[in-house]
């Protein structure tokens, strides 16, 4: 499997040749910039995206907020399971990071020793970005274009070829979509209970957008009869 990386003549390696020259020709500051955002800022981007998806959700208060909360709190326990998951692929495969089997790349990132195939960052990503997006669609949207994004800096930075983001991507998308309805229907009734709550249920929905506040009332139409009494007792 280590073979994959072995030929300079594959557009595996010409992709990476060519996204990775772009460090080449960039300002110090700017490569600088990109390694924290490869490393750090994008994930980071994504959590909060996370996190403000869920303040908009149990803000709103609408009746399905259960679900999509735990639709939130599986993005990153699929991101988790989607990393080990990938532990014995990388044992699997075996594949040594591009730079040791190619000269002349700017590699932003020095120490990284471990395999490259499958990229843990992209899988970690995508698989937010998928759960994200199995809660909010808006959301959701965003969090995938930062998660390509981040392949693309993966790549940048020397230390993946491109199949291993591919590859992260597949990895991240499968796991977040295929254990997603076992997962929805462990948390759901968990979240509902919290939601139930009157100590933590603002974790879920707001205070004062409990079910049959507002406009949830219990009995429809309530207030139109009761605007109808006055109306009469006038």
């Given at each position: 499997m280590a073979g994959?990386?072995?030929?300079?003549?594959?557009?595996?390696?010409?992709?990476?040749?060519?996204?990775?020259?772009?460090?080449?020709?960039?300002?110090g500051w700017f490569?600088?910039?990109?390694?924290?955002?490869?490393?750090?800022?994008?994930?980071?981007?994504?959590?909060?995206?996370?996190?403000?998806?869920?303040?908009?959700?149990?803000?709103?208060?609408?009746?399905?907020?259960?679900?999509?909360?735990?639709?939130?709190?599986?993005?990153?326990?699929?991101?988790?399971?989607?990393?080990?998951?990938?532990?014995?692929?990388?044992?699997?495969?075996?594949?040594?990071?591009?730079?040791?089997?190619?000269?002349?790349?700017?590699?932003?990132?020095?120490?990284?020793?471990?395999?490259?195939?499958?990229?843990?960052?992209?899988?970690?990503?995508?698989?937010?970005?998928?759960?994200?997006?199995?809660?909010?669609?808006?959301?959701?949207?965003?969090?995938?274009?930062?998660?390509?994004?981040?392949?693309?800096?993966?790549?940048?930075?020397?230390?993946?070829?491109?199949?291993?983001?591919?590859?992260?991507?597949?990895?991240?998308?499968?796991?977040?979509?295929?254990?997603?309805?076992?997962?929805?229907?462990?948390?759901?009734?968990?979240?509902?209970?919290?939601?139930?709550?009157?100590?933590?249920?603002?974790?879920?929905?707001?205070?004062?957008?409990?079910?049959g506040d507002g406009?949830?009332?219990?009995?429809?139409?309530?207030?139109?009869?009761?605007?109808?009494?006055?109306?009469?007792?006038?």
């Amino acid at each position: 499997m280590a073979g994959l990386a072995e030929s300079g003549s594959n557009p595996d390696v010409d992709l990476l040749y060519d996204i990775n020259g772009l460090a080449k020709d960039a300002p110090g500051w700017f490569d600088r910039v990109m390694e924290f955002v490869g490393e750090y800022g994008l994930l980071l981007a994504i959590v909060l995206l996370v996190v403000w998806c869920w303040w908009t959700v149990r803000r709103r208060g609408d009746e399905d907020a259960a679900s999509s909360v735990a639709a939130l709190i599986w993005a990153p326990l699929a991101a988790g399971i989607a990393v080990l998951v990938n532990v014995p692929i990388r044992g699997f495969v075996e594949r040594p990071r591009p730079f040791l089997d190619h000269q002349g790349l700017e590699v932003l990132v020095s120490g990284k020793t471990d395999y490259s195939f499958v990229s843990d960052h992209a899988t970690i990503v995508m698989a937010m970005a998928v759960g994200l997006f199995v809660a909010h669609r808006k959301f959701g949207l965003v969090a995938l274009v930062l998660a390509v994004f981040g392949g693309f800096i993966r790549v940048y930075m020397g230390v993946h070829y491109p199949t291993d983001v591919v590859g992260g991507f597949a990895l991240g998308t499968a796991v977040a979509l295929l254990l997603s309805p076992v997962a929805m229907a462990l948390l759901t009734p968990v979240v509902r209970a919290v939601e139930r709550s009157p100590r933590v249920g603002w974790l879920v929905r707001a205070r004062g957008r409990g079910v049959g506040d507002g406009e949830g009332a219990v009995i429809p139409g309530a207030r139109r009869e009761q605007a109808s009494e006055r109306d009469l007792a006038a």
